[in-house]
């Protein structure tokens, strides 16, 4: 039996008063079903011994592809025939649920409103306790995490988890690579309105503090640039323009005294 509800050759051959009890299962199926009708019948399939399915065409609206598949049974040296469960299955092309998909997998950056909360996994890469911050990595001195421990943070970025950050903002609309940058005269590292970071990202980002800017008040890559960078300034020609000559007017009233 093929998931659309259409025979193929059984692997066992059904169970012969069992792939009898056709009026049994539509019974059944019926039943289930309430007031829709039950299709036509679109074959049996053994399922062991003893033990048969027969399914049925859906014809609840909105299910389209979906088939009933009764189950049924029967004793050893009995004809008796047992109804176990009716079931409503999907075909080929049958609409669907999608797979149920954890929400903290669904959401998206953005997406948090007023009073929700989203915790980080228990085992969550991009954190480190505080106490611990640095090992490892040498180019950043004791000191500065020494001061983090004081501030009283419990969790600190781990080195995996800043370079994540460090990724993020470089393949971001502030990152050196668009069309933006690719534009402009300067970079941001020799911009004023540059908001210089703290610690060891400080070499590679830091916030724009240009209120007419795009990327105001977000993190920059010190090669990201823009047209309001502090050092553009308007190009200007350095000879007057060359006016065309006058054109007489021929309609209007105006005398002109050619002698």
């Known amino acids: 039996m093929r998931d659309n509800g259409t ?39 053994s399922d062991g011994e003893r033990i048969v ?50 929400y903290k997998e669904r959401i998206r950056p953005g997406d948090l409103s007023p009073g929700d909360v989203l915790p980080p996994e228990d085992d969550d890469l991009r954190l480190v306790p505080t106490w611990t911050a640095g090992d490892g990595d040498e180019q950043t001195p004791d000191r500065f995490f020494a001061r983090e421990v004081g501030l009283g943070r419990e969790w600190t970025l781990s080195i995996e988890g800043r370079e994540m950050a ?9 990152g050196p690579d668009t069309a933006m940058a690719k534009e402009a005269k300067g970079v941001c590292g020799d911009c004023g309105f540059l908001v210089s970071l703290a610690g060891p990202l400080s070499d590679r980002f830091g916030v724009c ?16 640039g823009c047209g309001a960078h502090s050092d553009a300034r308007l190009k200007r020609s350095a000879s007057a323009p060359v006016l065309p000559p006058p054109v007489f007017d021929t309609i209007a009233d105006d005398a002109v005294d050619l002698s």
């Open 53 to 102: 399915s027969h399914h049925f065409a859906c014809t609840r609206s909105g299910y389209a592809g979906w088939y009933w598949s009764v189950s049924v049974s029967r004793a050893p040296d009995a004809d008796t025939v047992t109804v176990n469960d009716v079931v409503l299955l999907p075909g080929d092309g049958a609409i669907t649920a999608p797979d149920w998909t954890p």
């Open 166 to 174: 460090a990724d993020r903002w470089h393949d971001s609309d502030q």
């Open 209 to 224: 503090g240009n209120g007419m800017a795009n990327a105001d008040g977000r993190v920059v890559s010190i090669q990201h």
């Open 7 to 45: 025979m193929s050759d059984p692997i066992d051959t059904p169970d012969a008063p069992l792939a009898a009890a056709i009026d049994i299962a539509r019974a059944a199926a019926a039943e289930t079903a309430g007031l829709d009708p039950v299709g036509d019948h679109l074959g049996a399939v």
